[in-house]
């Protein structure tokens, strides 16, 4: 009997010191979920200095990234900059859909390929990218992967088309860090930018000449019609406007010339034009010396920008008119649209 | 002697409106800039003069182009740049600040206004030309207020910062002034404000207001001249355990050297402080940036949320305090898995023990 209540009374000892909580655990905590023999990496901050961002300029994006286990145990540094419709905070979910594309979203790789090298990779390259990256700071030394916190900063030059931003519309920019052991970071610029309207014309080298025309002569006339014979481009990261314009007046080597807005030129040596981007005199819009528009439904282009070849003017002379040969000018306009 | 004639006359009837011309190069340029973006709220007397209003013209061709500006405005409203013509180099771009003056006679009523960049064109016969053309709004108003604003440090001494006043519209702001003196009064129509100061390009104040028509408002910027940067909290420990959380700041002073400064750090748990503890005293904080740490450890950590923010003060003056950062902490439970399934183990084994040996007993038969 002794030696069955002995062995019962040592089970029950066993047992009651497993029972008994281990203290050190209660009186210490661990953080949830990734803490663990690999801490993970930081972003301390991001910031970009500019609220308002301008097609073609560039500017400074910095951040300081950090990791306890050195800078060595970074393997990426991404950042984003994108187009935001509706503003607001962005979320780490938004960041990981971005992708690279010359209208709306441009990203800076940094990778660690091992020991002290790296690369650093801008994208969209492709689709004539107007994106550059100019000068940026990346750790290049042993002290710098040594260290534990690192100042990036990346110089973007922003593309031609980047999406003008209108009402709560704006680019947001933010960066994650990823660890060798898969942990990541994420932290975004607090206010975002607006990125303003960027309008470009590309009128190659030419001339207009009607030849012989008679005095008198009225739109649609012997000919009174020319076409402009090469190709207009248009380039805009938002809406815009199709303008033309004549100087207000052609000089010649004895006589001048003046445009007459109106188009009645019932004065000596007055002249009218009207213009249309698609041959048709009916459609066509009568010229003066600041500019009108031709078309106002031209929508956010690609790289490669909207061409228009078929522009055709049409003169109208004063039924008095000197002989002369003048210069002056014809301008083709782009505007934003308003 | 007919034909002669005719052919005499040909060049007299007709009027030739070409020459032959030097080739001209391309044009390939380009607009961008922030005047497009104003929706212009003027009054009658006001001039609106500020680099924040602006325009870049760009020339992408290699060769260098001249560029003359040209201004649309309604009768009374004067466009005027900081630069009205001037020559971009090639693959060149220029940035020039546009400025509105209203006469105080002007018609209040809606208008666009625009400024185009014309290529001088010099050459022979009529040549095609590229412009590019910003169009804005503009809106000349009968009513008014006044709005005096000044910068002022934390120790209330006028601060020299670069004060940006922008009108708010659909989301968009529109810059309506500028200040480089701390100072800055202006009369302005009715509507919603925003206000920024600068110290070599770091902003150091910020603030919106309304303003109602004959409505004489004061404001005062208090300016922030010391910063807490790269302030993160990072657990540290062994395995699943936290010993202490590292404290990383950098406490960045743009203006000048203050004296007697100290870093209290102030720690919440689940929202309720706990501590406020002074990790670090400053006899002078210089102009510049260093980075510091601080190793933190509760008196006993506990399952819940962290949270932690830094301030520089100086006795009761805040000169600078960081973000909120919060750290999660799970405390792992005293009893696990492995416990109960050793208790179950042991109750077993003991019910085994008392079993065979009850079985021996009655096997062995009455004990002497």
Not at chain 2, 57 to 86: G, Y
Request: with cysteine.
């Amino acid at each position: 009997m002794r030696k069955i209540v002995f062995t019962t009374a040592l089970i029950l000892v066993l047992l009651a010191m497993f029972a008994v909580p281990n203290v050190s655990a209660s009186t210490e905590g661990s953080v949830s979920g990734s803490f663990g023999i690999s801490a993970p990496p930081s972003v301390d901050s991001i910031s970009l200095t500019a609220t308002s961002l301008t097609p073609q300029t560039s500017y400074t994006i910095n951040s300081t990234l950090s990791d306890p286990d050195k800078i060595s145990n970074v393997n990426t540094a991404v950042l984003k900059g994108w187009y935001d419709s509706d503003g607001g905070a962005p979320t780490e979910g938004e960041f990981d859909a971005v992708t690279a594309n010359t209208q709306n979203g441009v990203i800076v790789t940094w990778t660690h390929t091992g020991g002290i090298t790296s690369t650093t990779v801008l994208t969209p390259t492709a689709g004539g990218s107007t994106w550059v990256l100019g000068a940026y700071s990346v750790p290049t030394t042993l002290g710098h992967f040594d260290g534990t916190s690192f100042p990036f900063s990346f110089n973007i030059t922003v593309g031609k088309v980047a999406t003008e931003t209108s009402g709560a519309g704006l680019w947001q920019w933010a960066i994650k860090v990823t660890d060798a052991t898969a942990q990541t970071d994420f932290d975004k610029d607090a206010e975002g930018a607006s990125m303003n309207w960027y309008g470009e014309i590309t009128v190659p080298s030419t001339t207009v000449s009607w030849g012989g025309i008679s005095r008198g002569v009225d739109f649609g006339g012997t000919n009174s019609q020319k076409a402009l014979g090469v190709t207009v481009n248009y380039k805009a990261n938002g809406a815009y406007d199709e303008k033309a314009k004549s100087s207000a007046s052609w000089t010649g080597a004895t006589y001048t010339a003046t445009l007459d807005s109106a188009g009645t030129c019932d004065d000596n040596n007055e002249f009218a034009l009207k213009a249309d981007d698609a041959a048709v005199i009916t459609a066509a819009v009568l010229l003066d010396a600041t500019g009108v528009t031709l078309d106002d439904t031209g929508a956010q282009t690609a790289e490669a920008g909207d061409s228009v070849a078929n522009y055709n003017y049409w003169i109208k002379l004063a039924a008095s008119f000197d002989s002369d040969n003048f210069s002056g000018t014809l301008t083709f306009i782009v505007a934003n649209g308003i | 002697m007919k034909r002669l004639i005719l052919l005499c006359l040909i060049p007299v009837i007709l009027c030739s409106v070409f020459l032959s011309v030097p080739v001209q190069a391309n044009s390939n340029i380009a607009i961008s800039g922030s005047f497009y973006r104003q929706n212009f709220q003027m009054v009658p007397g006001e001039t609106l003069s500020t680099p924040d209003v602006y325009i870049v013209v760009f020339n992408h061709d290699e060769k260098a182009v001249d560029i003359q500006l040209v201004s649309q405005t309604p009768a009374e409203v004067e466009m005027f740049f900081s630069q009205k013509e001037f020559n971009i180099p090639g693959k060149g771009e220029i940035r020039v600040d546009v400025g509105l003056r209203i006469s105080k006679t002007a018609t209040p009523g809606d208008f666009v206004i625009s400024v185009t960049a014309l290529i001088k064109e010099n050459g022979q016969g009529i040549v095609v030309s590229g412009g590019v053309q910003q169009q804005a709004r503009l809106s000349i108003l009968g009513e008014a207020g006044t709005i005096n604003i000044k910068t002022c440090l934390v120790t209330g001494e006028l601060f020299q910062s670069e004060i940006h006043l922008s009108r708010k519209s659909g989301g968009q702001l529109s810059s309506v002034g500028l200040s480089e003196s701390g100072k800055l009064t202006m009369r302005l129509t009715p509507g919603d404000y925003f206000i920024q100061a600068f110290y070599k390009d770091v902003e150091v104040a910020k603030q919106d207001f309304s303003l109602a028509a004959n409505e004489v408002k004061e404001i005062v910027l208090q300016a922030r001249t010391i910063f807490v940067d790269g302030f993160s909290v990072l657990p540290q420990g062994q395995g699943e355990k936290i010993a202490f959380a590292k404290i990383n700041y950098t406490p960045r002073n743009i203006y000048q050297p203050v004296k007697n400064l100290k870093a209290i750090l102030i720690v919440k748990f689940n929202g309720k402080l706990l501590e406020e503890t002074e990790i670090n005293s400053f006899s002078t904080l210089d102009v510049g940036y260093m980075g510091y740490n601080y190793n933190y450890a509760p008196a006993q950590w506990q399952t819940g949320r962290y949270d932690f923010q830094l301030k520089i003060v100086s006795g009761d003056i805040v000169y600078a305090q960081s973000l909120e950062k919060q750290l999660e902490v799970k405390i792992p439970s005293a009893i696990n898995w492995i416990m109960i399934i050793g208790i179950v183990v042991g109750v077993l084994l003991a019910a085994i023990a008392i079993a065979i040996a009850i079985i021996k007993r009655r096997k062995g038969g009455p004990q002497k």
